[in-house]
């Protein structure tokens, strides 16, 4: 299988600091809480996780749940703890999901958002929550459906070539 490899340019911060809020403010939309809308912002944390693991790390996953939780006028920390561990598990896989094609990647990353949501879940059912349908599960899959989607969208600004010289294929 031959795929085309890229090399790509250093991720501006002030651009991952860009997408973060974007993300952010697309998760307080109000969507009237559908079931299928995914979670934008674990969307992007486990892409800047994957790619950037130096740069967005737990921490801020931690404070974006916070500022999650603060939103939604949840229980506090429940959002943090489901972005914590989110961004562990992307983080222990950033060196493997990149090698497989969309489809691969999709897989690897749909148990994540599955276990996210469910982290959301218990902790809600642990303070006298009560029990959602199986529709409740639709967000992690559409966050899993979208990944090619913001894969290939937030790597775009570093797939532009500086200096662009037709004479070389990069």
């Known amino acids: 299988m031959h795929r085309t490899e890229y090399l790509l340019l250093p991720a501006n911060r002030a651009f991952i600091a860009f997408t973060m809020l974007v993300a952010f403010i697309l998760n307080v939309l109000p969507w009237g809480h559908l079931p299928w809308v995914p979670d934008f912002l674990a969307l992007v944390l486990v892409f800047w996780n994957i790619h950037q693991p130096r740069k967005v790390g737990i921490g801020i996953a931690f404070l974006f749940g916070l500022l999650m939780d ?8 429940e959002h943090a ?3 914590t561990i989110l961004s562990y598990g992307a983080i222990s896989m950033h060196r493997r999901v990149p090698w497989f094609g969309p489809i691969g990647q999709m897989l690897h990353l749909l148990p994540m958002f599955v276990v996210a949501r469910l982290v959301t879940l218990l902790v809600r059912m642990a303070v006298g929550g009560a029990v959602p349908d199986w529709s409740y599960f639709e ?7 979208l990944w090619p989607l913001a894969d290939w969208l ?10 662009r010289d037709e004479d070389r294929p990069i």
């Open 70 to 77: 603060v939103h939604d006028a949840s229980l506090l920390g």
């Open 81 to 83: 703890l489901a972005y």
């Open 139 to 145: 967000a992690p899959l559409a966050s899993a459906v």
């Open 154 to 163: 937030l790597l775009a600004p570093q797939r532009r070539a500086v200096e």
